[in-house]
């Protein structure tokens, strides 16, 4: 049997060179290694920590572009909405009966929101992500999750929720596996945070070559002035260096190598500024023509409705397996 691979995003922002390093790039080896894929557009998630939602339908239009510029194929490739699958709401519930909150408290994403706000202001939506990403995870009965690092601990809750049920009512799940990149965690452009939709710190696949050149003139540097990689004492230098190696075919070594003795950045930001830009090139070709000949609508519906049909046969086998059938009323 084909294996299955469900990953996916929120429609909170365009994606940027942290998605294509952390996940875009292994979903598209996968795709072409043929797979069988389900690529979810995480709306309901949307909520965890906004309530305002006015720019979630453009969102979503704009990730579907983001995934056809990067090569992401629908014929190959299910993308689907969330919130129209009504089986993963209903997963959720089920599950959420299996786990105590105690365990719940221990997600990384939940501490960080608890140390943040005191926790009590925390929705019960974003204290249940866990369990919430594990239901789209069990309802596809994923084998594989190609995500980012920062995603690893709901991926460990939801081989906990297969465990948990599967004593209680049988076999009716496997333990996903998360697949990791080489670069699970590309930090962002202030080489603090991650490169993250939300924290203006990112390039995204879809800026201009000026937006690209202005982004890297004003990254963060530091007064050193010499371009070599040490990632304590030069993080924000070290970040540019792995990043002008992530999108160049150039070693770190080959890169300090060829500015040593250069005694400013300007030299170096200019030509990483070339290395993103050469590489996003064939990104914005793909996505421009994309625009003028895909119907995205089409592909959102398609997508969600082979979703609908494969989480309702794995609902089918929790309902019997939970005696939630009720062959007798219906
Ligand atoms: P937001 O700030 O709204 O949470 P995000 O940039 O974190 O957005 P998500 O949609 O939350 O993006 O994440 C989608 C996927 O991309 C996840 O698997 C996540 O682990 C991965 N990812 C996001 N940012 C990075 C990054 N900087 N490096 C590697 N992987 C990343
Ligand atoms: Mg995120």
Redesign the pocket.
Known sequence: MKKRIL????P??SL?L??Y???LQNRIQLQSDGYEMFNIIADLQVLTDRLDTKDVEKNIRELVLDYLSVGIDPKKTNIFIQSRVSQLSELFVYLSMLVNVGRVGQNPTVKEETKATGGGNMSLGMFSLGVSQSADILAFNADLVP?????LPHIEQARDLVRSFNHNFGDVFREPEAMLSK??????LDAQN??????GN?IFLSDTKEVVEKKIKTAVTDSDSSVRYDEEKKPEVSNLIMMYHLFSDMSIDEIVKKYEGVKSYKEFKEDLAEVINKFLDPIRERREQAEKEEDIARILRDGTQRAIEETEKTMQKVRKAMKYEYRSIF
Do not use: C, I, Y
């Open positions: 990953t996916g995003d929120r909170t922002g940027h942290g998605h390093v952390g996940s995500v980012g690092e920062d995603q670069t699970p965690r590309l930090l962002g991650k490169m993250s939709k939300s924290r990112a």
